[in-house]
């Protein structure tokens, strides 16, 4: 018997190389290679569109502009300069109308309506005319004891003027009224803004405050006696 029926049988051979291919490396391997592409280009997209969506949010949120804030202390009707403003950025809220960095002309010459304090954001309604006060407004100034207004009181501070009833009449003049019909009276109430503090005072123990007020009011708080107005501070904005 011839020798090479005797050796192990063994699979197609390469005919260039001699070599036996291994079992998996045939053409169904490539095909399934080719099959998982898709799914690799598909993971890829969604991970673009991942970081594109972050990146679009995060400039969203961080969208800032340059608006105009108060540098130094501005009290109420004095005219505004160049050297009491300055530019900061600023988080765009539909909800706030801030006055834009390139309006700072406008703003220059015109008077604060209330006192600014130095960081405030600069609105509209903050800045008035070059007339003071603004109209349908008075400035008035009452003599009060301590008691009367609450210590620490400032510039800027929103209050509620209390005249007692006896003190205003429909024309704005004391009111006559018995003892026992005012302690059943209400007083009137009334919204202010401190314009000013002068702690020396009318030289009788009093502080001079200044407020600004509606001018329907000025009657009632200037036909107030001695002893009958007092100041309550609010929140800002409040009533």
């Known amino acids: ?41 598909l993971g890829g997209l969604l991970v673009i569109v991942c970081v594109l969506g972050y990146a679009f949010g995060a400039v969203r949120l961080g969208d800032r502009v340059q608006v105009l804030a108060v540098a130094r202390s501005v009290a109420a009707g004095q005219a505004i300069t160049a050297a009491d403003v300055r530019q900061v950025p600023a988080a765009l809220d539909p909800g706030v109308q801030l006055v834009p960095a390139g309006q700072v002309q406008q703003v220059i010459g015109r008077t604060a309506v209330v006192p600014l304090l130095p960081g405030t954001l600069l609105t ?3 800045v008035g005319d070059a007339a003071f ?34 003190a205003a009449g429909g024309d704005g003049q004391p009111a006559p009224a018995s003892p026992a019909k005012s302690a059943g009276s ?25 407020l600004l007020l509606d001018a329907a009011d000025g009657g009632r708080l200037a036909g107030a006696p001695a002893g009958a107005v007092v100041l309550m501070q609010t929140a800002p904005g409040g009533n």
């Open 186 to 210: 209400a007083p009137v109430r009334m919204q202010a803004v401190v314009l000013g503090v002068d702690l020396a005072g009318d030289g009788q123990g009093s502080t001079v405050i200044s």
């Open 133 to 166: 006060p603004p109209p349908g407004k008075v400035a008035a100034s009452v003599a009060l004891k301590p008691g009367q207004y609450p210590q620490g009181l400032a510039s800027g501070a929103r209050v509620a003027v209390y005249v007692s009833a006896s």
């Open 1 to 41: 018997m011839a020798l090479d029926s005797m050796r192990p049988k063994s699979g197609p051979q390469d005919r260039s190389t001699g070599a036996v291919p291994r079992v998996g490396r045939g053409p169904w391997r490539a095909a399934r290679r080719r099959r998982g592409l898709p799914f690799v280009a």
């Open 124 to 126: 509209p309604s903050l």
